[in-house]
C-alpha cells in the first residue's frame, strides 16, 4: 500500500501531521488576532502592533504550514493511490474549502492592515470556529476511511 514512497510511506505521514497541526495552530490564531485588532482605532499605535503580529503570523506558521501540508498531502495521495480512494476524494475537497478559509483569513489581515474594519469582533469570533468544523470532517475521513 505504500507505493512510490515505500519505506518513506510513515515518514512522509508524520512530517504530514505535523506540518497540519501548524497550519491549524494558525489558522486558530488569525481569526481571534484579527478580533483583537478590529477593537483598535486604525492607525493607532495598538493597531500597528497587531498588524505586526498578523503578519508574523502568515510569514513563519500560516504560509509555510499550508503549504508543506499541501505538497507531503499530495506525496501521500499519489504513493496511496487515488483510484477508488473516495474517503481521499472527499478530503481533498474539505482541504480546498478550508484552503478557501486560509485565503479569506489572509486577505482580511490585508484590508484591516490598511485601515479598514469589515468585520465585527463578534463575526471574527464566530468565524474563529469554522476551522474546527473542518478538522473534525477531515480527520474522520482519514483514520475512518468510511467510503
Ligand atoms: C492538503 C491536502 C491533503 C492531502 C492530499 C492529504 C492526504 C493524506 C494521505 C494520502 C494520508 C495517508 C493516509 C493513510 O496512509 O492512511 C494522510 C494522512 C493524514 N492526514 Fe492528510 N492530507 C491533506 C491535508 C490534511 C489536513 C488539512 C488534515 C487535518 C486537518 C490532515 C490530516 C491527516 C491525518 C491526521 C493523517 C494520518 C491518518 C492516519 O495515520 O490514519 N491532512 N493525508
Redesign the pocket.
Known sequence: MTGWLGGAYPWV?AA??IF?IF??AGLFMLPRYLAYQSATAPGSAEDRLWVERVGRLKRIILTPGLIV??VL??M??TS?GLTHAYW?HA??LM?LL?SGYHGWGAATARKMAAGARPYSEKTLRLLNEVPSV??IV??IL??VKPF
Open positions: 505521514k504530514h501531521v497540519v497550519w491549524m501540508t499541501w498531502g499530495l501521500l495521495a496511496y481521499l478530503k481533498i482541504v478550508l473542518f478538522v477531515i480527520v482519514v483514520v
